[in-house]
């Protein structure tokens, strides 16, 4: 069964560092998506992108972040300069075409310190 | 944007017993899942349900969406079913999730 894989399963780096987090969606979907989740909180939506570029963004998906397509299957999200408040669990999510069934990764545990 | 309220936000159950999960959101939507996020933290799909009724195994789900409302039901709980419950609409809104503990 097609499935939306995330690497790494868990990163820690140092504040002020870049990360990128790498996902490959499901190979026919059209929609992504990347969330993140602060440990016990709620899984809050960082960006949406379709057709190569990015379609929604949250409040909390400032310059810091950005996300792009380099190569047709894969979908990174950058952060340039971490800060210890980043510390959580990324999902990446594909999606087939609108108003059809979500798919996510496993997640991706960032720890910054 | 659409509001998502789930509850109860905590649920302590014995194993065996059954349970209701209850998502109420604020507008009509075009789709909605339920996702049961394990104790290594991953989302794991239990139902895509923008209207009607599924079920799979112990688990069944309601979708009423013309009163704007989704129903878990989980029966015979076990221990396994531990873990936070969360209903998203429309992807990209989440609930906060009901904090499920089932004891042996």
């Known amino acids: 069964e097609p499935e939306v894989t995330q690497t790494p399963s868990h990163q820690v780096t140092q504040m002020g560092q870049e990360v990128i987090l790498r996902c490959v969606p499901i190979?026919?979907?059209?929609?992504f998506y990347w969330y993140r989740q602060i440990l016990g909180q709620k899984v809050e939506f960082l960006v949406s992108?379709?057709?190569?570029?990015?379609?929604?963004k949250s409040e909390i998906f400032d310059d810091q972040f950005s996300v792009e397509r380099p190569d047709g299957s894969n979908f990174t999200l950058k952060i340039r300069s971490t800060k210890l408040e980043d510390s959580a669990m990324y999902f990446c999510?594909?999606?087939?075409?609108?108003?059809?069934?979500?798919?996510f990764g496993q997640g991706t545990r960032l720890t910054v310190v | 944007g659409i509001q998502v309220e789930q509850s109860p936000p905590d649920l302590i159950l014995q194993e065996g017993a059954n349970s209701t999960l209850r998502c109420n959101f604020s507008?009509?939507?075009?789709?909605l899942q339920w996702f049961h996020q394990n104790p290594w933290g991953q989302l794991i799909n239990l139902f895509y349900i923008p209207s009607g009724t599924k079920q799979n195994g112990r688990l069944s789900a309601t979708t009423v969406a013309t009163e704007r409302y989704s129903l878990l039901y989980i029966s015979s709980s076990q221990t396994t079913d531990s873990g936070v419950y969360f209903c998203a609409v429309d992807i990209p809104t989440f609930g906060r999730g009901t904090s499920l503990i089932v004891h042996p």
């Open positions: 992108f379709y057709n190569n570029e990015i379609s929604e």
């Open positions: 507008d009509s939507v075009n789709n």
């Open positions: 999510a594909s999606v087939r075409e609108m108003n059809t069934e979500a798919f």
């Open positions: 190979s026919n979907h059209l929609y």
